[in-house]
Each structure stands twice: as structure tokens, then as C-alpha cells.
């Protein structure tokens, strides 16, 4: 006997006879317009990509789903339990290049032999329902909601950085950059300015945060996440004027716009620090090898704040100086620093060592002065100094002209009121939340075609080339 009859089931036997009674009976395809008494229960597990191979990882994933879905169909529920293939993608293209094939027909056949081995594992799945995001069939719906959104105005084309692997020639996610090389191809990473894609989700992020308060089934910790990465934040917007430049320096602008949750700390200013591509920083490299150098080093850091935050914090002095504005006769040099993101805000901060743990470690690092503007609660006034740790809750304003003796929040709305009055500064509120950039592959991706956007744009489609069965039209 075999091991599998001692065990009392022969599974190449039963196996097969019984999925074939399956597929026979349509055991498993969901009905569009079910009995009164059959609710509707949609099951989906996350698309697969077509690799050529399944692995214990899928068998686990598609097993949890098959459960839930036949457990549904026995209490009487008309089950939809579809299967998909998520089948674009940079990987695709690579691994049909080294192939020497067409990244096409290298998925359509991985998909063929993944559906086989799903198929003989006997999940409940309505293969009559089956889609490819590689076929025009569905990617023409992404083009029209594409459209459609682009009609509406919540799709823009504009330049932004991007991470770009000099190698494989695209775009890389944060995630595909480790210690700024790019996962596959380990070229350093550059960042790059590139015209982008984007969906305008930030015009949304006021009732994003709003409808937070709604979800009062979803954990608390959760809800704290979400609110976190929306991040709503609330300062001014402030002009710094600009001193003429030392000798040599060519700039064409007479002040540098900063956005600061804290403008009441503004008689603690000790630099201005602007991104590593920022209008200024880049107008200043044309003339400065040493900028050009320092500034080419901060773009292969990559563009997450994770990956800044987990940096040196390192920066370079331009020459130039600004004035305070709330004390004209002070004036505070302007340096280029890996830490500031040009996506945020302004693209441009002013450093007050003092309320900040990551202004004080740059100050400390090349020899700024820290002036103490926040006594902490409990402290007296007379000799106090700013150690190693900044002042970053709440307290009273000291060394602060016309702010002295006021807390935190009064001073930031009296500050405000000042710089408004001078015409050089107004409220604002700053959102961390990100439009949505929609990275392109080289080509084996969802084509967008510029020509139907544009129209006095000829036909030209980001993947290199339109394809004949594109569905935009």
C-alpha cells in the first residue's frame, strides 16, 4: 500500500475527481443576481504577482480567504470569491529582458502556471471572474478613471524629486532604497527632479482628519497613526530679507519664505537652512563647486523622512545672511542642510537651537549661538542656558522683546499678528499628508496618454510607446 492509502485518503485520486465535480457543477460561480434569501459576501484576498512560482506564503494567504469564503457559502450567503494577477510592474520587465522576451508574454505565461497550481490546490474560486492588470480589459477602466479624475481636476502634472536608480533607469520607491543604493540594481541613488503624475489627495485632508472621529470601531492607536500621517499643523509663512550676496554670488531674489509652527520663537533664530533643492541652493551651486558637491551628496539620500531623519545632519554655509525680522539689526547666515525636505512647506526653515532638538545638535555642530527664548516651568529666568536637550513643550517666552512673559500659544498669535502687520508673514495651516504620486515604469506599465490629456501634444505615452490596443480613446 502507499503511504497515502495507510493514511486512509489518496490525494491523486480524490483530489482531482472532486474539483473536477466542481468545475463541472460551477460549484463556485457567484450568481449576479442572487435569490432575495442569498445575501451577497464578497471574499478577496490580495492579487498575486505572476512570478511563476507559488510558495507556502500564498498557499497561506489564499487558504485564510478559501476559508472564510466556504464558511460564508455554508451559512447561505451568494459568495463572490474572485482571483487576479497584479501583473505590471519594473520586475516583470527585467526579468523578461534578462530573458531576452517580451515582458508580455513573460507574464502570461507565469500566469498560466501559478492559475495551474492554484487550480490543484482546490481553493473555492469563481476562475470565470479571473482579470490580469496587464490586459487592456482592465487597464482601459484605470485610463477612463484616470480622465476622469483628471477632468474633475484632482489629477496635475508637475515636477517633483524623485529617487532615481542611474542603472535600472526608474523611479525606486522609499522602500527600494537601502542605505541610499538603489534594492536591485545597488547604484547609488540620485534624487532627481522629474515631470510627475499626481493625485491631488491633499485637497482632502481636512475631512480626512474630520472623518477620523467617525471610525469608532478601528483601534485608538490606529486612528492616532492616520491623524499623525496626515499631520495638520499650524504656523505662519514668513519673509526673510535678504543681505547682498558676498562677491561672486549671482541670485536674483531679495528674501527666502520659511514656514515655522513656532514663530514665537523667532528672537531664538540662529540660521536659515533651505533643501538641498531649492530654487536658491541651486541658483547658488552655478557659481560654487563646493555647493555643487555637498548639494549632489544630500540627493543620495533618498527622499523619505525616515531616511533624513536617520542621516548625519550636515549642511553647508551659502554666505548669504538674512535679517531677523523681529530685530532688523541681527542678521543669521543661510545654510544648505540635508535635513529639510523641499516637498514641505517652503522648502526652508529658520533654525532656533533653543525649542528644537535637531536645530540645537546642527547649531552645536558648527559653533551657532543658542539663545535661551523658552524658560521651561519651574525654572528661574536669571542664568538660565540651554544644555543638550531643547526645550520642546510648553513655557514662558524670555529674551523675546514684545513676546517676554507670554506662553507658548499667546506668543505664536501675537507673533502672527506682528507679521502680518509688517506685510511680511501670514497664518497658515501646513498638512504632512503628500499628494500621490504616481511612479511610471519604464514600460511595462498602465500607459497614459499625454496626446488625450494634451492635445497639442503628440501622442506619446509614458511607458516609451502607445500600444496599439491602448483604450483611452
Avoid at 487592456?136 to 476622469?148: A, I, M, T, V
Avoid at 520659511?258 to 531649492?278: C, E, Y
Avoid at 545672511?321 to 529639510?340: G, H, K, L
Avoid at 507679521?419 to 514600460?443: F, K, P
Wanted: proline fraction near 5%.
Amino acid at each position: 500500500m502507499t503511504e497515502q492509502e495507510t493514511l486512509g485518503y489518496d490525494f491523486d485520486k480524490a483530489e482531482p475527481k472532486w474539483q473536477a465535480r466542481w468545475d463541472n457543477a460551477r460549484a463556485f460561480a457567484a450568481d449576479d443576481h442572487p435569490a432575495a434569501d442569498k445575501p451577497k459576501y464578497y471574499v478577496l484576498e490580495m492579487f498575486p504577482y505572476p512570478s511563476g512560482q507559488l510558495h507556502m506564503g500564498h498557499v497561506r494567504n489564499y487558504a485564510l480567504g478559501d476559508v472564510v469564503a466556504r464558511y460564508k457559502r455554508a451559512r447561505g450567503f451568494s459568495v463572490m470569491h474572485p482571483m487576479g494577477w497584479d501583473a505590471f510592474g519594473l520586475p516583470a520587465e527585467n526579468a523578461a529582458r534578462e530573458r531576452g522576451v517580451h515582458p508580455g508574454q513573460w507574464t502570461l505565461d507565469n500566469i498560466a502556471a501559478m492559475r495551474g497550481t492554484l487550480q490543484r490546490l482546490g481553493f473555492s474560486l469563481d476562475w470565470d471572474r479571473e482579470i490580469a492588470t496587464c490586459l487592456p480589459e482592465y487597464y482601459g477602466h484605470q485610463q477612463k478613471l484616470f480622465l476622469d479624475m483628471w477632468r474633475k481636476g484632482l489629477v496635475e502634472r508637475r515636477e517633483s524629486a524623485v529617487n532615481w536608480d542611474p542603472v535600472d533607469n526608474t523611479v525606486l520607491a522609499n522602500e527600494q532604497v537601502v542605505d541610499g543604493r538603489g534594492w536591485r540594481s545597488g547604484a547609488l541613488i540620485e534624487k532627481k527632479r522629474l515631470s510627475q503624475w499626481f493625485l491631488k489627495i491633499t485637497d482632502f485632508a481636512a475631512p480626512l482628519l474630520e472623518g477620523l472621529e467617525k471610525l469608532d470601531r478601528w483601534p485608538a492607536r490606529v486612528r492616532v497613526m492616520q491623524e499623525r500621517w496626515i499631520g495638520r499643523s499650524e504656523g505662519a509663512r514668513v519673509r526673510f530679507a535678504l543681505h547682498a550676496p558676498p562677491k561672486g554670488f549671482d541670485v536674483d531674489q531679495d528674501s527666502v519664505e520659511v514656514f515655522t509652527t513656532r514663530p514665537d520663537t523667532l528672537f531664538g533664530m540662529s540660521f536659515v537652512a533651505i533643501a538641498a533643492d531649492h530654487p536658491l541652493a541651486t541658483k547658488i551651486a552655478q557659481g560654487n563647486d563646493s555647493a555643487r558637491a555637498f548639494i549632489e551628496e544630500c540627493q543620495r539620500l533618498g527622499t523619505s523622512e525616515e531616511a533624513i531623519e536617520a542621516a548625519e545632519k550636515r549642511g553647508f554655509d551659502t554666505g548669504l545672511r538674512v535679517s531677523n525680522p523681529f530685530a532688523p539689526d541681527e542678521t543669521v547666515p543661510v545654510w544648505i542642510a540635508n535635513f529639510v525636505l523641499m516637498e514641505y512647506g517652503t522648502g526652508a526653515v529658520f533654525g532656533c537651537p533653543c525649542g528644537d532638538q535637531r536645530d540645537l545638535d546642527f547649531a552645536r555642530k558648527y559653533d551657532l549661538p543658542v539663545r535661551p527664548v523658552i524658560l521651561p516651568p519651574g525654572q528661574e529666568e536669571s542664568g538660565f542656558t540651554v544644555g543638550k536637550t531643547a526645550i520642546t513643550g510648553e513655557g514662558t517666552l524670555i529674551n523675546s522683546g514684545f513676546l517676554d512673559g507670554l506662553d507658548t500659544a499667546e506668543g505664536k498669535r501675537k507673533a502672527i499678528e506682528r507679521l502680518e502687520a509688517m506685510g511680511i508673514g501670514r497664518s497658515v495651516v501646513n498638512w504632512r499628508l503628500r499628494d500621490w504620486g504616481i511612479s511610471r515604469q519604464r514600460y511595462w506599465g498602465c500607459p497614459i496618454r499625454l496626446c488625450i490629456v494634451s492635445p497639442a501634444v503628440q501622442c506619446r505615452c509614458l511607458t516609451i510607446s502607445c500600444r496599439s490596443s491602448c483604450r483611452m480613446m
